[in-house]
């Protein structure tokens, strides 16, 4: 990519490299709360219609940019994009989340799962990676990011959205060697996803395992860890992705924070439930840290948000190796002024700590 990146602040913290201060993007920086992605969804006719149209995705994705000094932009997408090209049939019904029209419940359903082809069904993504590098000309770094392949089982196994998901917890102890094969399955099909957005332009990726935490200590290392670890070293054994730091966020499974850093990969997502020093003397200084504010606390008034976010840095210290992020995602009726007040917070206290 000919553009030169202008703010790499969050690439040298990935790297655990020293920076003039803390860097700072939000989970669904890109989203409901924000009036003008509001108005292009309505544009785009559907959350689908939005996400699949490497413009309207570009659009979208650079508007969080415009609002706030944000130190990375996200690629616009969904972590069901791999489900939907296997032909599980995703929709979004208002106010209900995604649903598949073809729930994967058997071992004939998975044995009829494939890895997509990155440049069939799944172009759009890597055209809308394509525009949004560009669009951004060296701005800031771009992060492309997938679901863990334990996160996806959820939603493909379910069918929808569920508190404990259930009926794939079901799969695991009575049909564990068919759940492995799902999951193998969406392991290749993830490390596949990942490698072609690095090839696209992506400069870092993200693996969200958003339903890890619903798992027992050794459930988790058999169905989800094994996974990640699988996914990261095929990442670190291609010769473009390998290039690229890679961020594990696992909601809810602070307990293996060190069995994750032992992945290979370059960072750790931590959610709230955990505090950031105990953390960073978990991974003993193998990985940088992201989070961990509450995304509750921009709700608060900007007395609490400031102080919340010298909190979490603080909790940090002034040591290389943070990005500043919530502990899960934005939610929709936060006031954007909230998240401006945070990102200058950030950057202001951050430099004082650098400089203390």
Known sequence: MPDVLKNDRFLRALRREPTDTTPIWVM??????????????????????????????????????????????????????????????????????????????????????????????????????????RELHGRVPLIGFSGSPWTLACYMVEGHGSKDFATLKSLCWNEPKITHQLLDTLARAVAAYLI???GAGAQALMIFDTWGGLLGPAPFREFSLRYMAQIVADLNADPVSRELPVVLFSKGAGAHLHEM???????????WTIDLADARRTVAGKVALQGNLDPAILRASPEVIRREARVVLDSYGNHPGHVFNLGHGITP????????????????????????
Request: aromatic content about 6%; overall charge negative; hydrophobic content about 45%.
């Open 261 to 271: 850093a032992d992945t290979g990969c370059a960072a750790l997502g931590v959610d």
């Open 196 to 198: 072609a957005q690095a």
């Open 28 to 133: 669904r920086q890109a989203g409901r709360y924000l009036p003008e992605y509001r108005t292009t969804r309505e544009r785009a006719g559907s959350f689908m219609g939005l996400a699949q149209n490497p413009e309207f995705a570009c659009e979208v994705t650079l508007q969080p940019l415009a609002r706030f000094e944000l130190d990375a932009a996200i690629l616009f997408s969904d972590i069901l994009t791999i489900p939907d090209a296997m032909g599980l049939g995703l929709s979004f019904a208002h106010g209900e989340g995604p649903q598949f029209a073809r729930p994967v419940r058997s071992a004939a359903d998975i044995a009829k799962l494939a890895v997509p082809d990155m440049d069939g069904e799944l172009r759009y993504v890597m055209d809308a990676v394509r525009l949004i590098r």
């Open 333 to 356: 009726e936060v006031d954007p002024e909230c998240v401006k007040l945070l990102v200058d917070e950030v950057h202001a206290y951050g430099r004082t700590l650098r400089a203390g």
